[in-house]
Structures are given as structure tokens and as C-alpha cells.
């Protein structure tokens, strides 16, 4: 079994910054891409980022250039790095894993979950 533990969500204002970990423990080994995706309110769950055991990452376009996805293999976690934020950003952030390397923005995909942090952006 895998475990996935977020942390460094919060309230902030427009324009601030964040950053979200995502600390994996449990029989973590071949699992290659960490992804995060995150769920406003009423609505489903969307894909923002994720990156390769490798480092190449990939981003959806609401997020590109404003949010940065970076994983620290030796200490089993993974980091989104989230700036120039704004309301619509509003979210419960999850991470989660895969164990096929690959960028996919596909939820079905992942194999593992966390339970999510809360992200809320004043305007």
C-alpha cells in the first residue's frame, strides 16, 4: 500500500503564493509520476500538473507558467509550487501517483491518492 499526505494549503489573496507537498510512504518503489489535480466546488475534479521520476513535467494551460510541479525522489515527496494565484484557483488540491512513466492528465490513470488540502484565494 501506498500513502499520500498533503500539506501547505491555506487562505491567501489574490496575487499570493503557496506551495503544496505531498510526502508518499508505504511501498512507494515503481510508482514514476507524481500529478496534481484539484476539485472546486460543483465542480469535477480537473488535472494541473505532474512530473516524472525523470523531472519532465507537464502542466494544464489555466496553470502554465504561474505554478511550478518539482519532486524530491530521495525523501519520497513532491512539491507544487504555486504563484501569482487567483480565485479561480480555489480548490482542494490532491496529489497522486502512477506507476507507468508518462505524463497523463487522465485521473483514471493514477493509482494512488491522497486526501487533498484546501486552497482558497481571496479576491
Known amino acids: 500500500q501506498v500513502q499520500l499526505v498533503e500539506s501547505g494549503g491555506g487562505l491567501v489573496q489574490a496575487g499570493g503564493s503557496l506551495r503544496l507537498s505531498c510526502a508518499a510512504s508505504g511501498r512507494t518503489f515503481g510508482y514514476t509520476t507524481m500529478g496534481w489535480f484539484r476539485q472546486a466546488p460543483g465542480k469535477e475534479r480537473e488535472f494541473v500538473a505532474a512530473v516524472t521520476w525523470n523531472g519532465a513535467t ?66
Open 58 to 123: 507537464y502542466y494544464a494551460d489555466s496553470v502554465k507558467g504561474r505554478f511550478t510541479i518539482s519532486r524530491d525522489n530521495a525523501k519520497n515527496t513532491g512539491y507544487l509550487q504555486m504563484n501569482i494565484l487567483k480565485p479561480e484557483d480555489t480548490a482542494t488540491y490532491y496529489c497522486a501517483l502512477d506507476k507507468v512513466t508518462r505524463l497523463s492528465t487522465d485521473q483514471l490513470l493514477y493509482d494512488y491518492w491522497g486526501q487533498g488540502t484546501q486552497v482558497t484565494v481571496s479576491s
